[in-house]
């Protein structure tokens, strides 16, 4: 199936482009994790490569984000030889009306969430399936847990209202195993009233490295539709 046949593909190219679109020469970018971040990756490497884009420097946010930038020659840098991220694009597993997030699908939400508040502007690029009513309704909460402490930090979890479960490989036996070497544990909860509350109750307990729930820190949501059988990017912003 080719890219022109695949109108989901497209949509996700096209929302992936137009965050790279908002990037200019000279800026520091956080790269995100994710499908539709790859697409923003591989569109400031055609960029740069043109010429049109000059004097950038990527902050990768997974080991996923860092081979893709050097596949398309985006130069990368650290937190330790920086003062600013300009811009951070980031993809997004739920976002609500307010545009808080439920991230960490692919298990690199702790790494994500450092350079996503860093950035002076954080642009999340999802499909239209990602916009829920309320956080917790289509996804549950990743948690970053440090080996030692799954146990009591699942009973922990359990006391505030979760229902834990640890994060199995595909095609790899075991748990998940995140960036940092650390497992994480998938919460289901029934309502999140508050989603700054329990994104600080979680990152109490010790133990838990950190959680998916993103809060007011959503500057922009580029939003991939199908209309009419062809892909279009709607603007989200606060």
């Known amino acids: 199936m080719t890219t022109e046949q695949d109108p989901v593909k497209l949509m996700k190219q096209q929302v992936g482009f137009a965050a790279a679109d908002r990037v200019k020469s000279g800026m520091i970018v956080g790269l995100g994790t994710g499908s539709t971040t790859a697409y923003t990756i591989q569109a400031l490497g055609d960029r740069i490569k043109s010429g049109e884009l000059k004097d950038i420097k990527g902050v990768p946010t997974s ?3 860092e081979v893709l930038a050097k596949q398309y020659g985006v130069p990368l840098t650290t ?9 951070a694009i980031d993809g997004a597993d739920e976002v609500d009306p307010h545009l808080n997030l439920i991230k960490g699908g692919g298990a690199a939400h702790t790494r994500e969430k ?23 309704s289509t996804f549950r909460v990743p948690i970053e847990v440090i080996p030692m402490a799954l ?8 006391k505030l209202g979760g229902k834990p479960e ?4 595909v095609k790899k036996a075991g748990p998940v195993i995140t960036d940092q070497g650390n497992m994480v544990i998938d919460v289901k909860f ?8 329990m994104e600080k109750s979680l990152n109490n307990i010790p133990g838990v490295l ?3 729930l993103f809060v007011d820190c959503t500057d922009l949501v580029l939003v991939g539709e199908i209309q009419d059988g062809k892909p279009v990017v709607r603007e989200i912003s606060k």
Not at 79 to 87: C, Y
Not at 151 to 158: D, K, S
Not at 166 to 169: E, H, K, Y
Request: glycine residues 8%; hydrophobic residues 40%.
């Open 166 to 169: 640890l994060r199995m490989g």
């Open 210 to 212: 950190e959680n998916g």
């Open 114 to 136: 450092v350079v996503d508040y860093l950035a002076t502007q954080f642009i999340v690029v999802v499909d239209g399936s990602k916009m829920v009513d309320k956080l917790g």
């Open 190 to 197: 029934d309502d999140i009233p508050n989603p700054g509350e």
């Open 151 to 158: 146990t009591p930090v699942m009973r922990a979890i359990e």
């Open 79 to 87: 937190l330790d030889e920086i003062d600013r991220i300009d811009v």
């Open 63 to 65: 080991f996923q984000s």
